[in-house]
């Protein structure tokens, strides 16, 4: 789906693509100490030309990122905005505008264990139509126009024996998932940054290619590029705490430094020297510029189209799901053995528990059961640097329009929903028959059917709170605190009556609270509960199983 562009366009031609700011500005929410707002970008006026390669130089926080964003479509808030970007002289529709650009941010975010292959395979299957076939076409003449043919079956991160890509290589697959749909225009931030003098040669270059021989419009930001990459750039935004100090081509910047009454040192090349006397230039400004525009789309209804029916979606992602979860041997193989011996250890450590009668042998089986939740609903806390790292690329993803945002919840949900049963009887089959619960077969499958619920309850926990919080430490620091919460308030340690009104709603909202009633009642509710007696007194019954789950309050025992 294209932006509408003014004049004809004869069929089966790239449409070009033309960007251009007018008057744009970019204010913080806060304000300086003085009171007067503070500004990120003032009153910018720049363009960008098909089959040009556009840099936005300039020194350290001069806004050079927070332009880029602006022209990705990344920043469209109308309060901290304000001015124009027109593409093709249209005011951009930000959403549209996404789908038929690429953008690749200066953190390359990638499956660090998918091949490189895999990794691109993977961003053709989300964002092309026609199948699988005409995506491994797709990705292996990218792979041969990135020069990545060699490094195809290359993890990107390594593992315990494969040492992974270099720098550049990982780089150029970056740069290779935003290509893959072949993008009419390409926003590269610091394309080069963290690389060797040959390497960032090399990416600039392909970027040269790419506009010599497709015509594409490609704009990134620089930072004191050398001689080489310098000449291979058409057009130089340079800026200067927000405000557009030479916007042309570099012939131009170097006269302008000469009028200003500059000579260039010799060994020093125009922009780094332009960076250097930048005040000394004469700022931009507009004389046309609307100062209260806002930056707003163009008021046509959006059709938003995705590459992939939902089911489709589901399939492509949960293979995805498949490689990450199996690759990840370190987690996989702990969640596995994790399981299995505290299955064998807990069990030993209660060993025959159910088989004893008595009101203290019932207090042993609860803390069983509490203990055994404990375990469950904490074992899944080691999940989260994982979706911590999987949120930065869904956001990424989802924001290009590869894919919904549900079909990734789905098929996230579907994978793991097998994995954790798996989990699930590791653990509960050593640990229900040495501990002695009830002994049929039933009450077996009931007991694992809890707890396959728990960790899938768990792992969603995680998930869920992976989306909320900033970084790693938030988030263990949030989970163990809730989690701690829902314990208390389980009604293991204070029972229900005695939980003060204002605190009660904890007690529903807790985690431990439903499925630690589940494993009551699984062990003393049912037709078996009214017949079972756990403590006698001069041969007669004063203790039953039913009167016990009363005890404990939970409420109608005879259903399960």
Known sequence: MELPVKGPVSGGRRVPYRIETKNLSYKLCGSTPRGAPKFILRH??????????????????????TLLETLAGKISSQ???????????WPMDAELFRRISGYVSQDDALFPLLTVQETLMYSALLRLRGGRKEAAI?????????????????MISGGSSNCGISGGERRRVSIGVDLVHDPAVLLIDEPTSGLDSASAFHVVSLLRSMVVNQGKTIILTIHQPGFRILELFDRVVLLSNGFVMHNGSLNLLEERLWLAGHGIPPHVNVLEFAIDVIESLVMQTSENSEENSQYSNNGKDKLLFFPNSRFEEILILGQRFCCNIFRTKQLFATRVIQALVAGFVMGTIFLNAGNEQGKVASQTR???????????LSSSTEGLPIFLQERRILMNETSRGAYRVSSYVMANTLIFIPFLLMVGLLYTTPVYWLVGLRKEIDGFLYFSLVVWMVLLMSNSFVACFSALVPNFIMGT?????????????????????????????????????????????????GEQGRTR?????????NLSANLFLRQQDVTKPEAR
């Open 138 to 154: 797709r990705v292996k003449d990218l792979m041969k126009e990135l020069g990545l043919e060699h490094v195809a079956g290359s």
């Open 366 to 376: 609860i803390g069983f059961f509490a203990f055994s939740l404990t375990f469950l």
């Open 477 to 525: 620091s949030v989970i163990a605190g809730l989690m701690g919460s829902f314990f208390l308030f389980s009604g293991y340690f204070i029972s229900k009556e005695n939980i003060p009104n204002y605190w009660i709603f904890m007690h529903y909202l807790s985690l431990f609270k439903y499925p630690f009633e589940c494993f009551l009642i699984n062990e003393y509710g």
């Open 44 to 65: 910018v006026n720049c363009e960008a030309r098909p089959g040009e390669i556009t840099a936005i130089a300039g020194p350290s926080g001069a806004g050079k990122t």
């Open 79 to 89: 309060r901290k905005v304000s001015g124009k970007v027109l593409v093709n002289d």
């Open 533 to 541: 007696c756990l403590t006698f007194e001069e041969g007669q019954c």
